[in-house]
């Protein structure tokens, strides 16, 4: 008897240490690892922007923007990562030096890019805010007329400073899939060479944007 409760003591006080040396096993969370992103809006430009460069004026119309993001989740709800737009604009061309596609000013069409660095704020399942901030280039290419298909200035890639911030609202299916609705106000640097101190280059672009956003991975904790 006094032998079994002395082995019973021994064993009692082995356990701690023993279960101290056995590692903890990762368990799979429910978090993703990255977020992927697909959307498509409206692209409003609301004043025309004077390239000194070229000597020409751009007025662009209304535009269908796509929109897609991939993102590192940081948790609480936020994100960072990579943003790239693109929407094939049309717009109201005038130059100063006229040409047989473009006598002076003509109708026209142009890619707009947008390529930034991102921050979502924002998630979980059913209603939810959402906060978009992002900062990078826009670039105005492929600037082409409508009559004659002729190439027009400028040939290279125009690059401008951009800010933005988005606001909206989702709604999370699940831990991994939100529809988002989201309003995004950017404002544009355009370069100033050419231009008088009494001329506005830069500009501002609104979007109105609707999408799908989708976590990928499973993070261990």
């Known amino acids: 008897m006094h032998r079994s409760l002395a082995v019973i003591l021994a064993l009692a006080a082995i356990a701690p240490a023993v279960d101290a040396q056995v590692l903890p096993v990762p368990r799979r969370g429910s978090a993703p690892i990255v977020w992927g992103s ?10 025309d922007i004077v390239d000194g ?51 002076g000013v003509c109708d026209a069409h142009a890619k707009i890019w947008t390529l930034m660095a991102g921050f979502h704020m924002g998630g979980g399942i059913g209603f939810h805010q959402i906060i978009d901030l992002s900062a990078g280039t826009t670039i105005y290419r492929d600037f082409t007329s409508d009559d004659g298909n002729e190439t027009l200035p400028p040939e290279s890639p125009d690059k401008d400073i ?28 355009h370069q100033r060479d050419g231009v008088s101190g009494s001329q506005n280059s830069s500009s501002q672009h609104y979007v109105t944007r609707l999408g799908l956003r989708v976590g990928l991975g499973t993070k261990a904790r």
């Open 38 to 47: 697909l959307s498509a809006g409206m692209l409003q430009i609301n004043n």
């Open 53 to 103: 460069r070229t000597q020409s004026v751009w007025r662009f119309g209304t535009a269908l923007q796509y929109r897609g993001s991939v993102e590192v989740d940081v948790g609480n709800y936020g994100a960072v990562g990579f943003v790239a737009g693109l929407a094939d604009a049309p717009l109201r061309y005038g130059t100063a030096t006229p040409t047989a596609g473009c006598p």
């Open 162 to 189: 951009s800010l933005s911030v988005g606001y909206g609202f989702g709604w999370g299916f699940g831990p991994r899939m939100q529809l988002m609705l989201v309003q995004d106000a950017a404002y544009v640097l």
